[in-house]
């Protein structure tokens, strides 16, 4: 008898449960186990926190889900929210202005 495994599902497909990384603010251990992985989930974190209605989160909540991941994805999350909704960066100046203060030696690499 042989067993079938079925191949693992590739992270693109996956549904990923950003309200409950929100929620608890923390990504799993291993989680984001690559850099491309890391930048996918930026990707859909930031279309993730444009769809979704006001007050599905805090800034409190993201940004603490932010200071999990690397500082280059953090900057791709900024870069990425500017370049798909440059009127939102008014709702996320707050944190926008946090973070790029200590990025500043990462903006010109």
């Given amino acids: 008898m042989t067993s079938s495994q079925q ?5 693109a497909a ?10 608890a603010g923390k ?3 291993g989680y984001l186990a690559s850099e491309y992985v890391a930048q996918q ?3 859909r974190l930031v279309h993730y926190v444009l769809s979704v209605p006001p007050g599905s ?3 409190a909540q993201l940004g603490q889900l932010l200071e999990q991941i690397n500082p280059r994805a953090q900057v ?3 870069k990425r929210l500017k370049e798909t909704s440059p009127e939102s960066l008014k709702d996320f100046a707050p944190l926008y202005y946090g973070f ?7 903006l010109f690499t």
């Fill in 7 to 11: 191949p693992p599902i590739p992270y």
């Fill in 14 to 23: 996956q549904a990923i449960p950003f309200d409950e990384f929100l929620a």
């Fill in 27 to 29: 990504i799993p251990d």
């Fill in 41 to 43: 989930f930026v990707e």
């Fill in 57 to 59: 989160y805090t800034m």
């Fill in 76 to 78: 791709l999350f900024f």
């Fill in 100 to 106: 790029m203060n200590e990025f500043h030696s990462l």
